[in-house]
């Protein structure tokens, strides 16, 4: 099958059109988003943070991620669970976006970075996780990691502002623009 | 008279201003708006992981409260004000969205909260350390605290949608 065709059966797929069919479910899957990706970013911001010799300093770098890390994967996996129930709701739009394909390719470095690092610094953390700041490589993982996950979050919101998608469903008999008027300068979906 | 006010605030220098811009100035706010949330989101949620003893075992509770209470507060400044121009920018979306009031009444909970816990650990560290993170209630207060603020993102995302809320919505019907 052609990724057209794909990108077509996701849409039509009774998941798709279930989500689509209700006026609620975007939005709360939306929210839900929001509240797994900004968890993901906190958690990841207290750990770089501490890579960097900036925060949490006094404290062993292994018991920071032994705190943290678990609600950073549960955190990511449920980001995942709900970006996945978005996509496939306007698969053909999004998969076309530029901001959206932008924001995948840095997702899948953010991953190879954390990748790097365990292959670096990761393999000699009991020499220095009591230091007030990681060797070199993880410093710069740190870094990186920050850039990555700020400019993940940017090119998120701009999706929602470059995908015309009526985010409910098109009732023919409902014109959402009854229902509340947007303000001025604003069209398409729901930002 | 909030529909008065928030049409009289569109037409303000300012409103129009980030009007004018707002191909990218509303989306940009919207982005660091987003990632103060997860800087209060998670300073929350240590602090509140140390009071339940899920996490920070070898932190006292002023120490973790030490290392994260000034980010949750200039976290929330930063919110104050991305949020305020963003009502600026967009005052009818916001002000006349039922999701916005109601996210501003549970910021002002979660926020006396977070001000309470602050004042009286530093007043009263000892009965804090020994006794209080010990109580159920103070246990009980942390998740329900956790709660409000993960309700306060959802509905923020939410004043985007305010006709989930049907005829409780304030949005003026055609």
Same mark, same amino acid.
């Given at each position: 099958m052609d990724i057209t065709g794909f990108l077509a059966s996701l849409e039509s797929s009774s998941l798709a059109t279930g989500i689509r069919d209700s006026l609620y479910v975007f939005p709360l899957i939306e929210s839900l988003h929001v509240v797994g990706l900004t968890m993901v970013f906190g958690t990841m911001l207290i750990v770089d943070l501490r890579l960097l010799g900036i925060a949490s300093i006094r404290r062993p770098f292994t018991s920071i991620t032994s705190d943290i890390m678990k609600w950073t994967w549960a955190s990511f996996i449920w980001t995942a669970a709900t970006g996945v129930l978005m996509f496939v709701t306007n698969a053909n739009v999004y998969y076309h976006n530029f901001f959206f394909r932008t924001k995948i390719v840095l997702l899948a470095l953010a991953g190879i970075n954390v990748l790097i690092f365990e292959l670096t610094s990761g393999r000699t953390? $009991?020499?220095? $996780?009591?230091?007030a700041a990681a060797p070199l490589a993880g410093r710069t993982a740190a870094i990186l990691s920050l850039l990555l996950w700020i400019t993940i979050i940017v090119m998120g919101r701009w999706i929602g502002f470059t995908t015309s998608q009526s985010k409910a469903p098109l009732d023919r008999d409902i014109n959402l623009d009854d229902l509340f008027t947007p303000p001025a300068n604003e069209s398409g979906s729901p930002k | 008279m909030i529909r008065q006010f928030a049409e009289w605030l569109s037409q303000t220098s300012l409103s129009i201003l980030i009007q004018t811009h707002n191909a990218w100035v509303i989306p940009t706010i919207q982005s660091i708006h987003i990632i103060a949330i997860g800087v209060v989101l998670t300073s929350v949620l240590m602090i509140d992981l140390r009071i339940l003893g899920w996490a920070g075992h070898d932190q006292t509770l002023r120490e973790t409260t030490d290392r994260f209470g000034p980010w949750l507060s200039w976290a929330l400044l930063v919110l104050l004000v991305t949020g305020i121009s963003m009502v600026i920018g967009e005052p009818v979306r916001a002000l006349l969205s039922l999701s916005f009031w109601l996210k501003m009444f549970l910021v002002a909970v979660g926020t006396l909260i977070a001000a309470i816990l602050q004042i009286t650990l530093k007043s009263n560290e000892q009965h804090w350390e020994q006794t209080l993170v010990n109580r159920r209630s103070v246990r009980s207060l942390a998740i329900l605290t956790l709660l409000i603020w993960v309700g306060i993102v959802i509905l923020g995302r939410l004043i985007a949608y305010d006709y989930v809320w049907g005829s409780w919505s304030l949005k003026p019907t055609a």
């Open positions: 953390v $009991h020499r220095w $996780h009591k230091d | -």
